[in-house]
């Protein structure tokens, strides 16, 4: 019998999890795998979840939002582990699971996962840190930090858009310089991301970026008079495409490294969660994972 590893956060989005659990064994059986989970606790280390990984498991199965799949690919990447990952999408945005199309129905999602065969995606990689999804900085970007957990988990997505409106409230510009072979840039800035996925927040900004391509997407929304900047804004609150700007008022481009430094005490947010201090060095780990269900 096939084994499977088994692990998730039982705090993650609505707790939900929790009630899927009989549901989520039940399906490996059908398909011939032996379960074993193991629930992640503030009292334990998370690297206990990995102490008997080895070539006897098929795969292991993380479900959690972003953040918490964020923490465990960097405990992944850190015992050098390079078996194929399936994700169960339950946090309350679940960018990274949303730009592979995972099925948020527990059925759909795991069969997906069963049926498919490994491929290696991309990660990124900040100083000394993986991400999965998105690294950023600037308003906005630690929107998810600031939201209290209850508050989030009780409203969902619309805890974002309204700490969003209130970041709005109070624009502040930054002093920043940006190296790479693509491009430089030695000015202020409002925000700033840096995508291996194509959303932050559920906001579709990087929808054109590909998770096995080689290359990061960088958005870089520039200092400008107020008159101009809020409603650039309000469009990226409302998820519109951003191509109607000009490069006086946004850059964008495709880079596989990018160093960033700053003048101006700014924390940075990757995948949620804080970030390490600038300068930052930003750059794509092609073929970072195996991972299951992406077609």
């Not at 992944?76 to 994700?87: A, T, V």
């Not at 003048?263 to 060095?281: Q, V």
């Amino acid at each position: 019998m096939k084994k499977v590893k088994f692990i998730y956060n039982p705090n993650s989005g609505d707790k939900r999890i929790k009630n899927e659990i009989d549901t989520i064994i039940q399906i490996y059986q059908a398909y011939g795998y032996c379960v074993v989970p193991h629930r992640l606790t503030k009292t334990r280390p998370n690297e206990d979840a990995f102490w008997d990984i080895d070539d006897n498991y098929d795969h292991v199965l993380l479900s959690g939002g972003d953040g918490t799949i964020d923490l465990l690919i960097n405990i992944i990447k850190k015992l050098e582990i390079d078996i194929p990952i399936g994700i169960l999408p339950s946090g309350t945005a679940n960018d990274f699971a949303n730009a592979i199309n995972y099925p948020h129905d527990v059925k759909k999602c795991i069969e997906k996962i069963i049926s498919s065969k490994p491929k290696y995606v991309d990660i990124g990689k900040i100083n000394d840190r993986y991400f999965i999804n998105v690294a950023s900085a600037g308003m906005f970007t630690d929107v998810s930090q600031k939201i209290n957990p209850d508050f989030k988990n009780t409203i969902g997505k619309v805890s974002y858009y309204i700490k969003g409106i209130e970041e709005a409230l109070n624009m502040r510009q930054f002093k920043i310089k940006v190296t790479s072979d693509e491009m430089n840039y030695d000015g202020d800035m409002y925000l700033m991301l840096v995508f291996n996925g194509k959303s932050a927040g559920n906001i579709n900004l990087a929808y054109k970026a590909e998770i096995d391509d080689g290359y990061l997407d960088v958005i870089i929304v520039k200092g400008m008079p107020i008159p101009k900047t809020l409603p650039l804004l309000i469009n990226i609150l409302k998820g519109e495409h951003l191509e109607g700007y000009n490069e006086n008022e946004i850059l964008f481009f495709k880079t596989k490294k990018v160093t960033i430094e700053c003048e101006d005490k700014l924390g940075t947010d990757i995948d949620g969660e804080k970030g390490p201090d600038f300068p930052l060095t930003i750059e794509c780990i092609k073929d970072g994972i195996q991972l299951l269900g992406y077609e």
